[in-house]
Nanobody
Framework: QVQLVESGGGSVQAGGSLRLSCAASGLSFSDYAMGWFRQGPENEREFLATITQTGGATTYAPSVQGRFIISRDNAKNIGYLQMNGLDVEDTAVYYC??????????????WGQGTQVTVSS
């Protein structure tokens, strides 16, 4: 059974940082690209970043380019999203996802349950 479990969410003041983790099990992690998405209470799920299987290529949404960094540790089966310079507009539930292809769409085979990030001014 494939499981993706996000952690590291919480509350932070504007300008602060958080690092999200995505622990994967039940799959050969290094065979899968990873993506991070978020969804606010009244918004569609929004693409943030994706990373290829080896970590050799990354893609970011313009809204987070230069502030967020996606990475992965295949030895530990964990993906990360380092978030810096957080703003109140970054408040959302954050999801990790895995698929054979690194996509900017939501067409990922596997999803985590999400972790809440709340940014206050």
């Amino acid at each position: 059974q494939v499981q993706l479990v996000e952690s590291g969410g919480g509350s932070v003041q504007a300008g602060g940082s958080l690092r999200l983790s995505c622990a994967a099990s039940g799959l050969s992690f290094s065979d899968y690209a990873m993506g991070w998405f978020r969804q606010g209470p009244e918004n569609e799920r929004e693409f943030l970043a994706t990373i290829t299987q080896t970590g050799g290529a990354t893609t970011y949404a313009p809204s987070v380019q230069g502030r967020f960094i996606i990475s992965r540790d295949n030895a530990k089966n964990i993906g990360y999203l380092q978030m810096n310079g957080l703003d109140v507009e970054d408040t959302a539930v954050y999801y990790c996802a895995a698929d054979y292809r690194a996509r900017t769409s939501t067409d990922y085979a596997y999803w985590g349950q999400g972790t809440q990030v709340t940014v206050s001014s």
